[in-house]
């Protein structure tokens, strides 16, 4: 588990707070890394804070699909 990469953003921050395994799902961790990838394109936030976003996420969909919790 990449617990420094989930505290170097909101979203990883938020999920390691969790107390109900089944939430977030996968489907909407993927929707969610769909709409930060379009943030990205769109150039309206600072990409570094995108960059950060979308790491923590691509994380969390992988602790989801091996069915890990942090």
């Known amino acids: 588990m990449r ?5 170097n953003s909101m979203t990883g921050r938020d999920f390691l707070r969790l ?3 089944t939430d977030p ?10 709409r930060l990838t ?6 309206k936030y600072p990409s570094d804070w995108l960059d950060a976003e979308i790491a ?15």
Do not use: S
């Open 38 to 43: 379009q943030m990205k394109n769109e150039k």
């Open 56 to 70: 923590a996420t691509d994380e969390i969909i992988g602790f989801l699909n091996e069915g890990l919790r942090p």
């Open 3 to 7: 617990r420094d990469i989930l505290l």
């Open 19 to 21: 107390k109900k395994p």
């Open 25 to 34: 799902n996968t489907d909407e961790m993927l929707d969610w890394r769909i």
